[in-house]
């Protein structure tokens, strides 16, 4: 993790998504912010607002006239007059506003249903017992690295039709992109301009040599009886690439790191199956690994806040899915939990468009290792270490495998 | 009881294709080919269906299904419309 930015003192004047105390935990910084303030300001980025509860995050999430979605992810660089301006923006349809956003929208969603979903199942069935089958034998792994950063990655890979051996390639891009926010702006663009000669390479090959995946369906795609234009389906295939990858390993990775602490949770789970698909959320509702952000799109009072256009806005799900006026119990996770309004897909138009293929491949992945590790518990609680930046989830998580129960 | 007493309904302005309802119960729900939903038919709850319904409402993160009770008048009509 980076420590470039100087600690932050208080979060609800200089709050900080990279400061250590945040990465570590930040459940307890959005509960008193959610007493103090609840809209908590830094002058960090150029000037950030943060809302924690679900109710304001809802009203930013619903509004698309006071914010825009030009740029999702927080850092020292705001989009510049050379980017593609609103509504588009650089990687639609999660940089765009309405109405332009709602077009390219529907020409995504038919491949994100639950039956071209179900499709991949198989595939990343055979690939959780593959990941499994090489732990065979040990009593000790790192579940973040062996298993759960693995899953994410090759499914996107075999979705967009790239070789599943550039899958190493694309986890080091996406921790540049995600993670590394507070690098200068110049070196960051660098390291995006790495990602558009790959993907203009894969664009080159496809259009060469179509074939049944995602990057053709993009290069064949249309908008009102036109293609798009290249950087479009570039901006677009990145865009699948990031919002697919870190998040779902994020998520897999929480869920386990839950379960390695909960003994009773774990016997329910792999013994109740039919517990699965509530467990499943309750777990995304707890650990929703993602926060988006917005920008301020003109002036205007905030309940309060005085909002300037081009101010960042931290759009904290996670926050939001914790917040006691919504749920009940927030900190509690009941695997049963029956009224569960999470919103850690998002709320509104930008709602997440992979909302199913993340859901399979955290069911498969915890159904598979619960098969094979039905109980198992953290090796060393203090070696677990968490993402920085605006996806959340277990980087390092070395785990203890207790074989035939204890 | 086989009378229905509920009908379920999903807006369709608010409904953005979490797809919660339809995990809950494809039975009283289906998905367009965007992952839009809607009520099955014209939403009628059958008796034993009614908790699914419920839990449906209770986890739709928009907020965008609702259910209500059918008048006598209704529940005469889709008795008849069983029968």
């Known amino acids: 993790m980076s420590n470039r930015h100087p600690p932050v003192g208080d979060f609800a004047t200089d709050f900080d998504h990279t400061d250590p105390a945040w990465v570590a935990d930040p459940y307890p910084i959005w509960d008193d912010l959610r007493q103090r303030c609840p809209v908590a300001h830094s002058d960090r980025y150029g000037g950030a607002w943060l809302p924690v509860t679900h109710d304001l995050v809802s009203q930013v999430a619903y509004d698309h006239e006071h914010f825009t979605s030009r740029s999702v992810v927080v850092s020292e660089q705001r989009p510049g007059p050379d980017d593609l301006p609103a509504p588009i923006g650089l990687s639609p349809p ?7 956003h709602s077009i390219v929208r529907r020409m995504l969603l038919p491949a994100f249903t639950p039956k071209p979903i179900a499709a991949l199942e198989p595939f990343t069935r055979e690939l959780c017992r593959d990941l499994l089958a090489a732990t065979d034998g040990r009593t000790s792994f790192d579940a973040a690295v062996e298993y759960a950063q693995h899953i994410p990655v090759r499914v996107i890979v075999r979705f967009l039709g790239f070789r599943q051996e550039d899958a190493d390639m694309f986890r ?15 070196e960051r663009e660098e390291r995006f301009a790495e990602v558009d000669t790959y993907m203009n390479a894969q664009i080159e090959d496809h259009i060469a040599h179509p074939r049944d995946d995602l990057t053709s369906f993009l290069i064949e795609a249309e908008i009102d009886g036109r293609k798009l234009p290249v950087e479009q389906v570039r901006g677009t295939m990145i865009l699948l690439m990031i919002a697919g990858i870190d998040t ?9 790191w839950h379960l390695a602490q909960h003994p009773e949770d774990r016997r329910r789970l792999a013994t109740e199956p039919a517990l699965m698909d509530t467990a499943v959320e309750e777990l995304l509702r707890a650990y929703a690994p993602v926060t988006m952000a917005r920008l301020v799109a003109k002036d205007f009072d905030f309940h309060g806040h005085p909002f300037k256009e081009g101010d960042w806005l931290l759009l904290p799900f996670p926050a939001a899915n914790r917040d006691p006026a919504a749920f009940e119990n927030p900190g509690l996770v009941q695997l049963d939990r029956a009224r569960n309004r999470h919103a850690a897909f998002g709320l509104g138009r930008h709602r997440c468009l992979g909302s199913n293929l993340a859901r399979m491949e955290l069911r498969v992945a915890l159904e598979e290792w619960l098969a094979r590790y039905p109980d198992f518990e953290l090796a060393h609680p203090a070696a677990v270490t968490w993402s920085a930046g605006q996806v959340r989830g277990p980087r390092t998580l070395p785990l203890t495998i207790h074989r035939n129960g204890r | 009881m086989t009378h229905a007493s509920y009908r379920v309904h999903v807006d369709p302005d608010t409904c953005q294709g979490h797809n ?4 809950v119960s494809p039975d009283l729900f289906e998905l367009d080919d965007l992952g839009m939903s809607s009520e099955v038919g014209t939403g009628l709850v059958r008796a034993g269906m009614a908790r699914l319904a419920r839990l449906a409402v209770a986890n739709c993160p928009e907020h965008a299904i609702s259910l209500t009770e059918l008048t006598e008048a209704e529940l005469t009509e889709a008795a008849e419309v069983q029968s």
């Open chain 2, 20 to 23: 919660r309802c339809y995990s």
């Open chain 1, 172 to 186: 080091s891009i996406i921790r540049l992109v995600l993670e590394e926010v507070d690098l200068p702006a110049d």
């Open chain 1, 94 to 100: 999660i940089t765009s506003d309405p109405p332009y």
């Open chain 1, 248 to 256: 779902t390993w994020s998520s897999i990775g929480a869920s386990l």
